[in-house]
């Protein structure tokens, strides 16, 4: 290289080499070397571990955070030493000792993380999320075993003690304190089956010998279905459930009574054998009936000591203890309640079976013992039986209440938890009207029921009565038999007896609200193509032994194929007849008709609107259904009645208003009114029950209280094995009914008895001892009540002929004609001839072709009807029965004379499609 072009060495003491090495001295913490002051600019002596390095290389540590070590004194610049050039931790420019470049101290929590951009930052390394975990769990474990070691295990003899339950009376007074309700009788485990123990544990908890006391993925299972607001049942172990029952006293649903749960499970399996785990479970348990412990379970359901148990009564038993409210077998007591005699049974039985199967499966139970229990059939529990200590109507005031209570409180409390007692139930209960109720039973049975004398009649005998505000649905008396003590069932509530035609005011409200079918018509009609019936100028054929049919004409048969002629009381022939007549007098075979008419499904709703259970009504669609072959209770009656009083407003019958425990409120009712029916409709249903009670042919005449209005109806039933009268006023609606039931289990033919002769009477009637004991109970019940009037029922509906019942039409012509008249009219059929006619018009399938009119007591038809065998009605053939056929009517008849049917007089038959009228009369005349 040339001389010239050789970079000159640069001095080593001063210059611009020397400042540049002066720039690159490390700044901050550590100090530049002092100078040499011999020279002239001061040299800095050179350090091997001296780094050189530009401003890029300082940028590039910045940006690294300061994790890697920057060139020191990078960028002081020509400020001299320690220049104030840079802010950034190993940034450009070092400055004052704090102020410039240099790593800074490492955090302990790298978090944001240094040297990481945007979203790197804020994503925890490895490291920092293994540590965390590790601390929770430590923290957890930690807080564990604090709890563990504070926790105490609770003396189970003082968490057995029960509290009393007090119950109240409407006006605040104390009705009942039901203290020692709890029934148990704790005994050995050596005296309980092992077929017992086998049971609950393959049906509650397989690994019960092995387990810990606690079952981790039962109690994940339990607390994420808690957490989703679903059931958290199968959580437990039986250990647990011991725990639960008989040492913590709780039954809430809690995530702090659970983790207590939890700790003492595990120490009481730590510190107590198995056996007496096992022991205690079974002994401390609620099996239902107010059942606690086997042998009171043993004893209340088979009546044997729990020792002598089979399997598979164990196996009943061990399903209870998933709640007996729905695995009894009979039912649970109440007036309100999805668990019924035929959904527990079912519920009952799978379960039972399922038991004997997990059973096999585990190891339990010999297969060929499991097939020869289910051959036998499922081993039924005695019928309930209450030891009750509360007697005369106490007993059954306070059942009825506790029930009412169970079902209808959000907070899932159960019979278990109740019996625990400290709870205050106020009732709806009067204390005078309860007094006053059963005072006319007492009367009425004292004066006429006498089993001595007549023991073939007189035995048995049974009655029931409830009384219910319709205002607001209160209960606010009941009768439930002679004593609670000596006998168990409450006949107010479903007692199996049927209502008879104490029924038949459903029907008529139907009738009234959907209407009869156009025969002409299919079976799904619409409101607008039904016809809504007057009760005054709608009439059917009320003879006796009425030869049943479809609303379309066809003759109705059952399943035999054999046909229905209906039945009236006493075998009275009504022939054609009004509703409002045949309500009075009580007449079966028009309500019969109707119904068909309507159709068995409307009148089935109305029912249910009015507040009749669903489970209670006859499953069946046979005629006789509309005249009350269903079985509601006496408090269901009184309610439903109770919908028309109210003008067509239903409420649920209730006997609790509040409940009250350590003084918080936890229920209260609502008041929840559903429109049943129109006001009218209601009305006139009133209306005509008015008649029933006031009419002198009435057959509702003795339940007659001077000075009010009253509203009834009496029911009967086939056999005479029932009898009922419901009844109500504006204030009070009652229901009071009498049958004869032998519920004694040896007995073979035990079941409903016939009351022909008891009494001293030929047959007992509704319109006998039950309107009787109803007049009394409600005329001293409203003594000092005011007197209130029924709203005014206004017209309603048009006029209907049904039945084969017979229609006023023009007088027809007196010479036969094979052709129809020449009266451009719409009359339901052609004019008579001396044969059936061959065409018959939809409106007169009732009397056309078919019927004869004679072989079934002379119904109106064609054929050779005289018209006097069966008093004069009209026909076709040779009828004679007078100059227009025996119909009422003609001349000046403006339809009263004869109980409003309507007349002749202008009617031109042709206007209104033939259909008879007096006058302006327009009325419809459906089935001819």
Known sequence: ????????????????????????????????????????????????????????????????????????????????????????????????????????????????????????????????????????????????????????????????????????????????????????????????????????????????????????????????????????????????????????????????????????????????????????????????????????????????????????????????????????????????????????????????????????????????????????????????????????????????????????????????????????????????????????????????????????????????????????????????????????TNNANTTGAQVGSTFKPFVLAAAMRDGVRDPRLGIEQSLEQRTQINPDKTVYNGKNKLRIKNYNGSVWRNEKGEELFQVNDGDEDYIDINLREAMIVSANSPFVQLGMDVGISEVRRAAEDSGLLPESLNKSNVPSFSIGISTPSAIRMASSYATFAAEGEQREPYSVTSVKKRGATIFKHKDEPVGAFTANIANNVTDVLRDVVEDKKGTGRNARIPGRHVAGKTGTTDGNKSAWFVGYTPQLSTAIDMYRLDDNEKNANRGFLEMFGTGGQDKIHGSSFPSEIWQRYMADALKNAPVMKFPKAEPIGEAVWGGGASSPTPTPSMTPSQTPSQTPSQTPSQTPSQTPSQTCSPWDEWSCGEEDGGADGGQPGGGANDGGADGGQPGGGANDGGADGGQPGGGANDGGADGGQPGGGANDGGADGGQPGGGANDSVGIFG
């Open 1 to 488: 290289m040339s001389e010239h072009r050789r970079k000159p060495p640069q001095p080593q003491g001063g210059g611009r080499a020397a400042a540049r090495r002066a720039t690159q001295q490390p700044s901050g913490r550590r100090a530049a070397q002092p100078r040499d002051t011999g020279t002239g600019f001061g040299s800095v002596p050179h350090s091997e571990d001296q780094s050189y390095g530009g401003r890029a290389e300082a940028r590039r540590a910045a940006q690294r955070g300061g994790r890697r070590r920057v060139d020191p004194g990078a960028g002081a610049g020509a400020g001299g030493h320690g220049g104030r050039g840079g802010g950034r931790r190993g940034g450009p420019g070092g400055g004052h000792e704090g102020r410039g470049g240099g790593p800074g101290k490492r955090r302990l929590v790298d978090y944001p993380r240094d040297g990481k951009y945007g979203w790197r930052r804020w994503v925890p390394s490895w490291k920092l999320v293994t540590g965390l975990c590790l601390g929770f769990l430590g923290s957890l474990m930690t807080a564990a075993t604090i709890a563990y070691a504070m926790v105490g295990v609770p003396d189970p003899n003082k968490m057995a003690e029960a509290e009393n339950n007090v119950y109240f009376w409407d006006d605040g007074t104390q009705m009942a304190a039901t203290g020692g309700e709890v029934n148990r009788q704790n005994i050995g485990l050596n005296k309980i089956p092992q077929d017992m123990q086998n049971a609950v544990i393959s049906a509650e908890n397989k690994t019960f010998w092995n387990d810990s006391g606690i079952d981790p993925r039962g109690i994940s299972r339990a607390l994420l279905n808690m957490a989703k607001g679903q059931d958290t049942q199968g959580g437990s172990t039986i250990t647990q459930q011991y725990v639960k029952n008989a040492r913590l006293g709780d039954q809430s649903q809690t995530l702090s009574r659970k983790f207590k749960e939890l700790f003492i499970s595990i120490k009481i399996d730590s510190n107590v054998k198995k056996n007496e785990i096992m022991a205690g479970y079974l002994n401390t348990s609620y099996y239902g009936r107010g059942a606690y412990g086997i042998q009171a379970a043993s004893r209340t359901y088979y009546g044997k000591d729990a020792e002598d148990l089979d399997a598979s009564e164990c196996a009943v038993l061990a399903s209870l203890l998933k709640g007996a409210t729905w695995y009894d077998p009979a039912g649970a007591v109440d007036i309100n309640t999805a668990a019924t005699k035929e959904k527990n049974y079912d519920r009952a039985t799978k379960r039972w079976r399922w038991i004997l199967d997990e059973m096999v499966k585990d190891g339990h139970l010999d297969a060929a013992k499991r097939d020869s229990f289910v051959e036998a059939g499922f081993p039924m529990p005695d019928p309930v039986k209450k030891g009750a200590k509360l007697g005369g109507q106490i007993g059954y005031l306070v059942d009825l209440a506790k029930a009412n209570f169970l079902a209808n409180n959000d907070r899932g409390i159960d019979a278990a938890e109740l019996a625990q007692g400290g709870y205050e139930i106020h009732t709806t209960f009067n204390k005078e009207k309860v007094k006053k109720l059963e005072a006319a039973v007492t009367d009425v049975r004292e004066r006429n029921i006498d089993a001595k004398k007549r023991p073939k009649t007189d035995t048995h005998v049974q009655f029931g009565g409830a009384s219910v505000e319709p205002a607001t649905g209160k209960i606010v008396a009941i009768y439930g038999g002679e004593d609670a003590t000596k006998h168990f």
